[in-house]
């Protein structure tokens, strides 16, 4: 089962220039932060879809739209409860903080959405270039994809270890929350233990294929700005005009 | 190329050393196997000669190491990188790029080489090792034996003069092990390499140069195959496997230094051995009495397929029988040990069914099923999470509400069968794999299954372990315990397991008596299998014997014609 973001698929996204795609990113968070309101927030998250379906990076929606909407119903709950208003609809929930808690949830939806889009369509060894390529040191921008790496490495073995032990009997399904907390020392003690083992003999693989030895290094990996490079940052760089005539103009 | 001057190592903490004063030196292009059991110092030994140790691990070092002159103090690993590859055991940390040629790639790239170069070492690597048609390929969609070639690659790519391999086939099939020393010989006609190895398999090694036995740290034994080869005896006394050929030579009291079993086989009948009248009879029927139980477990149809699709297990019939012995034998990826996770419930079929002693497992809560069936896992690791190995052990039973008195006769019971009674009050992490491995066996028995099964039960333990676990296994037979492994140690297979199911791509091609299909070498070949040693010539000489002891009981020496001018032997 393959637990990488990445979709190894031919699109004019996947052909960027990874710098393009993180300006591009950089430039989705800025707009989405700009804005309280629903409105201008869900044009944003149309605008991003539409980045998505030509980047033919939609499909890892379908692996993450419950995390989605849990933040939304999260976000939406909370902010009805909690933001004051002047227009009560219900109890103690007002019109404008239930705006406000739309307006938030898409927000957060619309920058895990970017990200995702970010990383469907841009290889981690890209990431580390295009970083490298601005300026970021090599080390950091490495650890950055390590990080990215270790992330199915650990929802693997978590698998692993909940199989292991549910066929010894256990049953993480029944029992109070407090109860159910603690049936998962079981499972977090040799999930924490295998997760180091594997980053010591990460680090001597690393190490032995002569990571960090030369202050510079080269790349196979070739990238560049193109002409299609251009036409995407000025398209992105008008969206996020727009958005912010829309704000400011007023 | 490579020269150890009275080296010492004691790992900080450790009251004893790992190595001491060990001296060695080896030439350019040779190609040493290094052997020793579990803890002694064979691992510790590979990685002073990289530099892991001193730079990333702690600990006291003593003595010199020299890499084709090199001082390793005074070099990191990453700056001997392009003098030494090595190669991890555990291939899954080894990978961490998105495709194939990008992992083979990265070291280069570290060492600054130039674009083009990395270009045509990618190309020449790739080709080398047989992965050129998968450049684009992410590697954790690779099968084992694939990955191993991949991270032998991309070792390869900073063309270093010594190449250290550390267990490299460990974790790999038979096909998988193939493939990979097939490549390592191409690279030694290739161009000249030092070339380090540890594997456990002696059985497989006997195309090194030389071979280096370790001992609670020291050389104890040093010396070229055939050296090695009269050298049995001692071999076994320190816990190594000898030649299974050797062995068998010296059960019969025949000189001589066989290459394969062909050889064997002739040599055995040319020194006058033939086979006992009535032996293949006398073998089949040993095998007769046993598992004539009613039938305990049934898999009907069972097809399984993953959420992204890809069908494991594709109609899959078998039933097991009370008291029997299966070894369940494929290549990676076959089903196997998604067919076990069927068995106690811990995966759900697609289609198709499980019963249970007549009862059928669907609908069922996975708890109910993994008391009647226990599965050991392949990594103990994976499952031992308490602080003693006694709580560790009444785990399961304390699951099961069983009041603490029971639990703890329980315990004591489970510890008494893997031997390790007693040692209840120890801490899991502090035992070898070999042990932990028994933590994990016993801590199944305590909940008192009737079927254990148990995947790839003896990977990463020594000759010893090996036989300790394998004799334990035996007994939880004996005393009644359904027993199903999963192995790619076809001798293992062959000596233990009276029944047999090959698998391949998700489906069940054969089933049957161990020993019948173990006559059949061109059916186990077309699985990427082979029979061990042992077996092989047993087949040559046409005898159904599973094991070196069958074999050897199973044969006679006629009387030769007396000669002559030779003296009657005194009486």
Same mark, same amino acid.
């Given at each position: 089962m393959n637990l990488f973001l990445y979709l190894d698929r031919d699109s004019p996204v996947h052909r960027l220039d990874p710098r393009t795609k993180i300006f591009l990113l950089l430039g989705s968070f800025v707009a989405a932060v700009l804005f309280f309101q629903p409105g201008p927030l869900f044009a944003l998250f149309l605008v991003l879809l539409l980045y998505g379906a030509i980047g033919r990076a939609l499909g890892n929606l379908r692996r993450i739209w419950l995390l989605l909407l849990s933040i939304a119903i999260v976000s939406i709950v909370s902010w009805s409860i909690f933001a004051r208003g002047s227009t009560p609809l219900f109890w103690r929930v007002t019109w404008e903080g239930f705006l406000y808690g739309l307006g938030a949830a898409i927000k957060t939806d619309s920058m895990i959405v970017a990200g995702l889009i970010f990383l469907s369509t841009t290889r981690t060894e890209e990431i580390v270039l295009g970083l490298i390529r601005l300026r970021v040191p090599y080390q950091a921008a490495f650890a950055f994809s390590l990080a990215i790496r270790m992330v199915p490495t650990i929802i693997g073995t978590a698998g692993t270890v909940t199989e292991a032990q549910r066929s010894r009997g256990l049953d993480l399904e029944s029992g109070g929350p407090l109860v159910r907390l603690r049936k998962h020392i079981p499972l977090l003690v040799p999930i924490f233990l295998h997760t180091l083992r594997n980053t010591d003999q990460l680090a001597k693989a690393l190490e032995s294929r002569g990571f960090g030895a030369r202050r510079e290094r080269t790349s196979y990996l070739e990238i560049g700005f193109h002409t299609a490079d251009a036409l995407a940052l000025i398209l992105g760089a008008l969206t996020i005009a727009v958005f912010l005539v829309v704000r400011f103009a007023r | 190329m490579i020269r150890l001057d009275e080296v010492s190592f004691r790992y900080r903490g450790a009251t004893e050393p790992a190595l001491s004063e060990i001296t060695y030196h080896i030439r350019p292009g040779e190609l040493v196997g290094l052997l020793g059991r579990s803890g002694s110092g064979r691992s510790t030994l590979a990685s002073t000669l990289n530099g892991t140790i001193p730079h990333l691990v702690r600990g006291d070092l003593q003595g010199q190491v020299h890499i084709g002159g090199q001082d390793i103090r005074a070099k990191r690993p990453r700056d001997l990188a392009d003098r030494v590859g090595f190669v991890f055991q555990d291939f899954e940390a080894q990978l961490f790029s998105t495709n194939v040629a990008l992992e083979v790639a990265f070291g280069p790239e570290n060492l600054a080489v130039p674009r083009e170069e990395i270009a045509r070492r990618v190309d020449r690597y790739l080709r080398l090792v047989h992965l050129e048609a998968l450049r684009h390929k992410a590697p954790a969609g690779l099968s084992g034996g694939q990955k191993q070639r991949l991270a032998l690659a991309s070792v390869l790519a900073l063309e270093p003069q010594v190449l250290v391999l550390d267990e490299p086939t460990s974790d790999l099939d038979p096909a998988g092990r193939w493939d990979l020393w097939a490549v390592v010989r191409d690279l030694r006609r290739e161009r000249a390499l030092t070339l380090v190895i540890i594997d456990p398999e002696t059985d497989e090694m006997g195309w090194v140069d030389r071979f280096i036995v370790l001992d609670r740290g020291r050389v104890a034994l040093s010396g070229t195959p055939s050296e090695l080869w009269r050298a049995t005896a001692t071999l076994e006394g320190l816990g190594v496997k000898g030649f299974t050929l050797a062995r068998l030579a010296s059960a019969i009291g025949v000189e001589g230094e066989w290459q394969d079993a062909s050889q064997a086989a002739a040599a055995i009948r040319s020194a006058g051995w033939r086979v006992k009248e009535g032996a293949a009879d006398r073998l089949r029927e040993a095998d007769a009495g046993q598992a004539t139980g009613e039938v305990l477990l049934e898999v009907e149809d069972l097809t399984h397929c993953y959420p992204d699709g890809t069908e494991a297990l594709s109609g899959v019939s078998c039933a097991i029988r009370r008291g029997e012995f299966v070894a369940i034998l494929g290549q990676?990826?076959?089903g196997k040990t998604t067919l076990v996770k069927h068995l106690n419930g811990i995966l759900g079929p697609t289609a198709g069914d499980i019963r249970l002693s007549g009862h059928s497992?669907?609908?069922? &809560? &996975?708890t109910r099923p993994s008391r009647l069936v226990g599965l050991v896992f392949q990594n103990p690791d994976h499952q031992i999470f308490a602080e003693r190995i006694r709580d560790e052990v009444a785990f399961g039973p304390r699951l099961q509400g069983l009041s603490e008195h029971e639990v703890a006769r329980r315990v004591n019971e489970a510890l008494e069968a893997v031997d390790l009674a007693g040692k209840g009050d120890l801490d899991p992490f502090v035992l070898t794999k070999g042990s932990r491995q028994r933590v994990a066996v016993a801590s199944t028995l305590a909940t008192k299954p009737e079927v254990i099964i148990l995947d790839e039960p003896t990977t990463g333990l020594d000759h010893r372990e090996l036989e300790g676990m394998l004799a334990l296994i035996r007994r939880l037979n004996q005393a009644g315990h359904t027993i199903l492994i999963i192995t790619h140690a076809m001798a293992v297979a062959a000596a233990y397991a009276r029944r047999v199911v090959l698998m391949r791509n998700g489906r069940i091609v054969r089933d049957g008596a161990t020993r019948e299909i173990f006559k059949d070498e061109s059916g186990l070949l077309a699985l990427g299998l082979t029979p061990p040693p042992a077996v092989q010539v047993a087949n040559r000489l046409g005898i159904p014997a599973l094991s070196l002891d069958e074999l050897v009981g199973s044969l006679t020496r006629s009387p030769l014609p007396p000669s002559p001018s030779a003296p009657l032997p005194q009486p």
């Open positions: - | 990676n990826g076959s497992l669907r609908g069922q &809560p &996975p």
